[in-house]
């Protein structure tokens, strides 16, 4: 089976090193999970996210020249879906404009009058 970027792909970690675990790979081959690519968190010890004979889903982030392969778990992992960003139940932006519109100037009205009636006070 041929690797390429991009894809995604099962292994079993084979080795954890403070800098990451090394995965092998269908063929195998075996690949490194770079420590930052571990987890979406900050990850300060690989043993607190993965032990030897965890299986599991990796991306192949990079192929380099000399034929290493740099892997990925937490860009293998589906992105989540962003909710639609206008419900039947909200309020238009051109509307809340026209209502802050009319807010703002009843506001300024009521400011200018405030301040006439201190100034004919005197």
Do not use: C, W
Request: no cysteine.
């Amino acid at each position: 089976m041929g690797l390429a970027v991009g894809s995604i792909v099962e292994g079993i970690v084979t080795g954890i090193t403070k800098f990451g675990a090394f995965v092998e790979l269908p063929g195998g081959v075996t690949g490194l999970v770079h420590i930052s690519e571990v987890a979406d968190a900050y990850v300060k010890d690989v043993k607190d996210y993965l032990k030897e004979t965890d299986k599991v889903t990796v991306k192949v982030v990079n192929i380099d020249e000399k034929g290493k392969i740099g892997l990925s778990i937490k860009q293998a992992k589906p992105k989540p879906v962003a909710p639609p960003r206008n419900p039947k139940n909200e309020i238009p932006f051109e509307d809340k404009l026209a209502k802050f519109l009319k807010d703002s100037n009843e506001k300024l009205t009521a400011l200018k009058r405030h301040q006439e009636g201190k100034k004919s006070g005197r």
